[in-house]
């Protein structure tokens, strides 16, 4: 039966950040279907000129109130790269330490307070309160260990204040350590739990898919989030992170005014999903069964996947977590006063953020004063994948009406986990 | 009584002051047993223009959002202003020391002409609307978050400290910053944080303002005694505090 729809959702729900979602179609003719982004602008690339080379983390963390912790990492190793500063091997274990921590409270908080409700039928996570009253409280066990982890290595929960150009300003103590890899021991049967019930519930997902190209940090023989080069799945070849203004390709879409990126097709996606499927082999034995499992398997291009990914993410960061406690632990927790002199410079940073891959480049006077800087978020990367699977997705559900066409496109949008305040960190866009 | 019923909304920010809120896990539980929340984009899908305390989360830059927070206010009896981007501006404020139309060109090159890349000084709330209290921060801290919210649900005053972050230094036995050859904020910065930056391994920012009655005399002999000028001090303050009205416009 041919369908008519006048679909306008302005500011999506239980989203980072504001999206609007508008459909029209006559008599199953589509006229229109647009992803667009009105969040307001904030021009921090603009705004950190000038500032000192030890005041930048503390700007670029305020990019992303839930991914603070990878914008301070991304920022940081820009700056490193900038001024030629290495770091201990110590350092580099406490910030994949700290980054794990943010993948356990960044999935967690999205797969269980996001996500669920449209899993189960609900406006939202209080009524499963009193309906789901244990899920609700695995998910809250989770959440609440990633920012007390978090907050024990980054000195606070969101926008930590550790983490230095050449080191940390604070460290963990091994007592720290030890507790804290017993509490990641104490999580894994929640994490199982909470494995199950998506397991349970991922009928209720739905089964579309459109091939994709998938983009991430890959570093061989690991699971790469903080090391690595840029990889595609269209491609085997990496491409450094310094050179990474030629993969995203970053324009101006005449259809949303929002800057999109292109490597090899029209877009691509980054996330858990894009990991996933580039390095999955690397994933920590628990993680991988996990990924069984939950029936997800290297090349899945349904995007509604990207949250059971994370899923599988939650179990590697905490398995790795301990890993990373381990080494510490064996090695010892060596004091360390990070002291940088300033020198003139220019460098790249990336990061693997919850969302996707992020960059972060900045260039330096000879005091140490910023003179230009360029960012490029995961969910800005993401808009042009989302468009181009709204556009293959409506017409399959069409013919569902508009209330379901409505219902699978706000959670085709939640499956991205889009940040948007962090994606239109510079963008102001209106529309009609 | 009816529970009074609270609506929550964003603005240009990070929004890490709602994740804050998120952060109180079981403790969100009680806190919705004095309050009713009705309308909160990011958590919710329920929405209700019908509300009594407005809880306002991030900066205002653009006129549209002026207008848009005017009809809060006018909707709701309390208004409260959530962290840094509405008490004071914040790291957004950072805009205002330059020429905005050159802050335009930076980013958008080129385009920059185009009418819809328009922008304007950045706003703390109170710079827009009557505010009638302030949850200070960077993020903003959630026991302090919890107790301004239950007040006004019983009708009390918060108590907010009004004395600076350095007394929260001292009470905790962290190392003064200044030992280190840093600047720190502390000095004249509003405390009710309890300094987790100075003890986490970095300076007091100022990210809750001035302390009411900052102690300016005494901010002049640190800065004396540790070899460092008001200069100094005035540039890291405009991290956080950068004025309304730009530097060089």
Not at chain 1, 205 to 214: K, S
Not at chain 2, 53 to 69: K, Y
Request: hydrophobic share 35%; with cysteine.
């Amino acid at each position: 039966m041919p369908e008519s729809v006048d679909i306008n959702v302005h500011h999506i729900t239980r989203v980072e950040g504001h999206g609007n979602i508008v459909v029209k179609a006559n008599d199953g003719t589509i006229k229109k279907v647009e992803w667009q982004v009105p969040e307001a602008p904030r021009f921090f690339e603009a705004m950190v000129r000038g500032r000192s080379f030890m005041d930048i983390q503390t700007i670029a963390s305020r990019i992303c109130g839930i991914c603070s912790v990878t914008h301070s990492l991304a920022a940081i190793k820009a700056i490193e790269s900038a001024m030629g500063i290495q770091v201990s091997e110590q350092t580099d274990r406490v910030r994949r330490l700290l980054q794990h921590s943010e993948q356990l409270e960044s999935h967690s908080l999205h797969v269980g307070y996001l996500v669920a409700p449209d899993l189960l039928g609900v406006p939202s996570v209080v009524p499963l309160v009193s309906s789901h009253p244990d899920v609700v409280k695995t998910v809250i066990r989770i959440h609440r260990l990633g920012n007390e982890w978090m907050e024990l290595i980054g000195g606070r929960m969101t926008h930590p204040v550790s983490i230095r150009p050449g080191g940390f300003g604070m460290l963990p103590t091994e007592d720290d350590l030890r507790g804290l890899r017993e509490r990641l021991e104490g999580i894994v049967p929640d994490l199982k739990t909470l494995a199950e019930v998506v397991a349970s519930l991922a009928g209720e997902l739905p089964d579309f898919e459109r091939e994709t190209e998938y983009i991430a940090l890959v570093n061989p023989p690991e699971y790469a989030l903080y090391h690595g080069e840029i990889g595609s799945t269209d491609t085997n070849r990496t491409v450094p992170v310094d050179q990474f203004e030629s993969v995203v390709n970053e324009y101006v879409s005449p259809q949303s005014t929002s800057k999109w990126t292109r490597w090899h097709r029209d877009s691509f996606a980054v996330g858990a999903l894009a990991r996933f499927n580039l390095n999955a082999e690397y994933l920590t034995p628990l993680a991988a069964e996990t990924a069984k499992t939950l029936g997800l398997q290297k090349g899945c291009c349904n995007p509604y996947m990207n949250s059971v990914a994370q899923v599988v993410e939650a179990v590697q960061a905490v398995e790795d977590g301990i890993q990373l406690c381990d080494e510490l632990l064996e090695a010892g927790i060596e004091p360390e006063k990070p002291q940088v002199e300033p020198r003139a410079g220019e460098g790249a940073g990336c990061v693997e953020a919850p969302r996707g891959i992020l960059f972060h480049r900045y260039a330096f006077d000879e005091n140490g004063l910023c003179t230009s800087a360029n960012i490029c978020i995961p969910t800005g990367q993401n808009h042009g994948n989302i468009q181009h699977d709204f556009e293959a997705l409506v017409p399959q559900v069409l013919p569902s009406g508009q209330e379901e066409t409505e219902r699978l496109l706000k959670m085709l949008v939640r499956a991205y986990d889009p940040c948007i305040s962090c994606s239109t960190h510079y963008l102001d866009v209106r529309f009609e | 009584m009816s529970k009074p019923k609270v609506a929550i909304f964003d603005f240009a920010c990070c929004e890490g002051c709602q994740l804050q809120i998120v952060n109180l896990e079981e403790e969100l539980l009680d806190l919705i047993s004095v309050v009713q929340p009705v309308t909160w984009r990011e958590a919710m899908s329920e929405k209700d223009d019908d509300y009594d305390i407005a809880l306002i989360e991030g900066s205002i830059t653009r006129p549209e959002d002026e207008e848009r927070l005017r009809a809060i206010r006018d909707r709701a009896d309390i208004l409260v202003a959530l962290g840094a981007c509405a008490t004071i501006g914040g790291v957004n404020k950072l805009k205002n020391n330059f020429e905005l139309d050159e802050v335009k060109r930076c980013v958008y090159g080129d385009a920059a002409d185009m009418p819809h890349l328009d922008t304007a000084m950045t706003k703390g709330a109170d710079e827009v609307v009557e505010v009638d209290c302030y949850v200070h921060g960077c993020p903003m801290d959630k026991k302090e978050f919890t107790h301004i919210v239950k007040s006004l649900a019983l009708g009390k005053e918060p108590v907010i400290p009004d004395y600076p972050v350095c007394v929260e230094c001292k009470q905790r036995g962290t190392i003064c910053r200044y030992e280190y050859g840093e600047i720190c904020l502390g000095v004249v910065t509003r405390a009710g944080c309890n300094a987790p930056c100075p003890s986490g391994g970095l300076w007091c920012f100022g990210c809750r303002g001035y302390a009411p009655e900052p102690n300016v005399q005494a901010a002049r002999d640190v800065m004396e005694e540790y070899d460092l000028t008001v200069e100094d001090l005035q540039s890291k303050l405009k991290l956080f505090n950068s004025k309304q009205e730009p530097t060089n416009a």
